[in-house]
């Protein structure tokens, strides 16, 4: 399917402008530069009660101004207007479908299993693709036909669309992204895209895990020695909000990052293995995740509870108080968010 332009797609809502509201991406060429067809891209949305985020979603993908695209959704039989949302857009969908499913790692399976692209990326139902994200993406993966993966930076906002800060990543290494108490899972899902035959080497996404199915899935491709490539530019748009999985059940988050990084671990030696722990328990991972929460807490004015995830913050890694956050976040508790800009203002060189 060749996407659509900005005008053959339904008007945007009022209130709505910029990317992808009223702007789209850069048009390609009708062919490669060498006369082949553009090689075909697959998209997978999982989507579930997600309906004030999913049409933001739908247009950054059809706004990419591919003329080889292949867009599938999976909804888990949302109660809210999802499905409303997607058939507003349907006529420029290749397949959809609203059912129950068994979570997110089983929809989003069920998109990869039908898709006939070359080249696959999937993106949730509340975060966005940059303009020219799939160009992008099919520029690397055709320069070098050894990489079975690309992935880029991010942008983070709130649930608001309000830019929270920009996410820089690193060159894949198997050996620090298996530490996540050390780098975390370094790798924004929403910038990948990976070759189709990925999946016939290492299969499809563990279906039991309901947090790291990403976190999972880099390190066996890694353990296949497929090559990873790090595109230093910012793909993709990820979402953080109170009601997202990684923020609202930290813990269980947490304790499914542990058990993936233990399991790839694989064979070591009794030395490796108080190694491990011994880096785990110095990390400010857990600390510094119960930090993130208190800032996303108090931000959203329920300060009771950001006062309690920085004291959890605290008890996961007593050294977190030396961080400059952490201290922010203290004098935000004791003096209130006005007098901190005062302080702010009289210590910190303009």
């Known amino acids: 399917m060749l996407c659509p332009t900005l005008n053959e797609l339904p008007p945007p809502p009022p209130d709505k402008t910029g990317w992808p509201w009223t702007e789209e991406s850069p048009q390609l060429l009708g062919a490669m530069p060498d006369g082949k067809s553009w090689p075909k891209i697959s998209i997978v949305t999982p989507s579930y009660n997600q309906g004030q985020y999913l049409e933001e979603t739908i247009r950054s993908v059809l706004l990419q101004n591919y003329p080889n695209l292949e867009y599938i959704i999976i909804d888990g039989g949302s109660s809210d207007n999802s499905v409303e949302v997607i058939k507003k857009y349907e006529k420029w969908?290749?397949?959809?479908?609203?059912?129950?499913?068994?979570?997110?790692?089983?929809?989003?399976?069920?998109?990869?299993?039908?898709?006939?692209?070359?080249?696959?990326?999937?993106?949730?139902?509340?975060?966005?693709y940059m303009r020219g994200a799939i160009s992008t993406a099919v520029e690397y993966l055709l320069s070098d036909h050894q990489i079975a993966m690309i992935y880029g930076d991010c942008t983070q906002t709130d649930n608001a669309s309000r830019k929270i800060s920009y996410y820089k990543s690193e060159n894949y290494n198997r050996n620090t992204l298996i530490k996540?108490?050390?780098?975390?899972?370094?790798?924004?899902?929403?910038?990948?895209?990976?070759?189709?035959?990925?999946?016939?080497?290492?299969?499809?996404?563990?279906?039991?895990?309901?947090?790291?199915?990403?976190?999972?899935?880099?390190?066996?491709?890694?353990?296949?020695?497929?090559?990873?490539?790090?595109?230093?530019?910012?793909?993709?748009?990820?979402?953080?909000?109170?009601?997202?999985?990684?923020?609202?059940?930290?813990?269980?988050?947490?304790?499914?990052?542990?058990?993936?990084?233990?399991?790839?671990?694989?064979?070591?030696?009794?030395?490796?293995?108080?190694?491990?722990?011994?880096?785990?328990?110095?990390?400010?991972?857990?600390?510094?995740?119960?930090?993130?929460?208190?800032?996303?807490?108090?931000?959203?004015?329920?300060?009771?509870?950001?006062?309690?995830?920085?004291?959890?913050?605290?008890?996961?890694?007593?050294?977190?108080?030396?961080?400059?956050?952490?201290?922010?976040?203290?004098l935000r508790n004791l003096i209130g968010d006005k007098n901190v800009i005062k302080l702010k203002d009289i210590f910190v060189k303009k």
């Not at 790692?105 to 898709?115: D, E, F, Q, R, T």
């Open 93 to 128: 969908l290749s397949y959809w479908v609203s059912e129950p499913d068994r979570g997110q790692s089983h929809a989003i399976n069920k998109g990869l299993k039908i898709v006939k692209g070359e080249i696959i990326g999937w993106l949730n139902s509340d975060d966005v």
């Open 180 to 330: 996540w108490w050390r780098k975390s899972n370094y790798i924004p899902q929403p910038t990948v895209f990976l070759r189709k035959s990925v999946f016939n080497e290492v299969g499809y996404l563990n279906e039991k895990l309901r947090f790291c199915m990403d976190y999972d899935l880099w390190l066996r491709i890694g353990e296949k020695h497929l090559k990873i490539f790090y595109v230093p530019r910012a793909i993709a748009n990820y979402r953080i909000t109170d009601t997202s999985k990684t923020g609202s059940q930290l813990p269980l988050f947490f304790h499914e990052f542990e058990e993936i990084s233990k399991r790839h671990w694989g064979k070591i030696t009794s030395l490796g293995y108080l190694y491990y722990w011994f880096s785990y328990l110095m990390s400010f991972r857990k600390a510094a995740g119960y930090l993130g929460l208190a800032q996303l807490e108090w931000s959203e004015k329920r300060y009771v509870q950001a006062r309690k995830y920085l004291l959890k913050s605290f008890l996961n890694g007593p050294f977190i108080i030396f961080k400059r956050n952490y201290i922010s976040m203290s």
